[in-house]
C-alpha cells in the first residue's frame, strides 16, 4: 500500500502539502520503517518542529537512540528550538547509549535556555544526570520549582 499510495502522491504533486508530508513521515515512523522516514524527511523542504519531532520519536521509538542525538544537533544548527517532548526524547536516548559527554552537553543547553520550569524535562535531567553518575547536577536540577511523583 506504501508504495501505490506514495506513487499516486508523487505522481499528483501533493508533496508541497506539509500537513500530508509530515502524515506520511508519521506514517513511517510509527511502522517502522526508518529509512523510508528518513527519505520522506530529507526530500520536505521546510521542516518545523513537528516534522523534527516526529522524527527524533520515531527513532527513539525504535531504539535508534544515536540517531537521536544527530537529528537533535542537526536541528538545532537549522535553529529550531526544541519543544519539550523532543527534549525528554532526546535525554531518554542519552540513558540509552550511556554518553556522559551528550548527556551533559544537552544539560547544559537545556540550563542556558531557561528550560527547567518544565517538570518532565527537568526529571528528564535529573535522571540522566543520576545514571550517568553526576550527582551533584542531579541535586542542582532537582531543586526546581515544581516536582510530581516522578521527580
Known amino acids: 500500500m506504501g508504495l501505490i499510495s506514495e506513487n499516486f502522491i508523487d505522481g499528483n504533486d501533493f508533496r508541497v502539502n506539509v500537513i500530508l508530508s509530515t502524515a506520511i513521515?508519521?506514517?513511517?515512523?510509527?511502522?517502522?520503517?526508518?529509512?523510508?522516514?528518513?527519505?520522506?524527511f530529507d526530500r520536505m523542504d521546510r521542516k518545523d518542529i513537528v516534522i523534527w519531532s516526529t522524527m527524533v520519536a520515531g527513532y527513539a521509538q525504535?531504539?535508534?537512540?544515536?540517531?537521536?542525538l544527530e537529528f537533535f544537533e542537526c536541528m538545532r544548527s537549522d535553529q529550531?528550538?526544541?519543544?519539550?517532548?523532543?527534549?525528554?526524547s532526546?535525554?531518554?536516548?542519552?540513558?540509552q547509549v550511556g554518553?556522559?559527554?551528550?548527556?551533559?552537553?544537552?544539560g547544559s543547553y537545556i540550563e542556558s535556555q531557561d528550560l527547567l520550569s518544565n517538570v518532565y524535562v527537568a526529571?528528564?535531567?535529573?535522571?540522566?544526570?543520576?545514571?550517568?553518575?553526576?550527582?551533584?547536577?542531579?541535586?542542582?536540577?532537582?531543586?526546581?520549582?515544581?516536582?510530581?511523583i516522578v521527580s
Open 25 to 40: 513521515l508519521e506514517m513511517y515512523v510509527k511502522c517502522g520503517a526508518v529509512d523510508e522516514a528518513w527519505g520522506e
Open 62 to 68: 525504535n531504539g535508534s537512540s544515536i540517531e537521536v
Open 80 to 88: 529550531i528550538k526544541p519543544n519539550d517532548v523532543m527534549l525528554v
Open 90 to 95: 532526546v535525554l531518554s536516548a542519552c540513558a
Open 99 to 106: 554518553s556522559v559527554e551528550s548527556g551533559n552537553q544537552i
Open 123 to 148: 526529571s528528564a535531567l535529573v535522571s540522566i544526570y543520576s545514571r550517568l553518575g553526576n550527582i551533584s547536577k542531579a541535586r542542582e536540577v532537582f531543586r526546581m520549582p515544581a516536582k510530581d
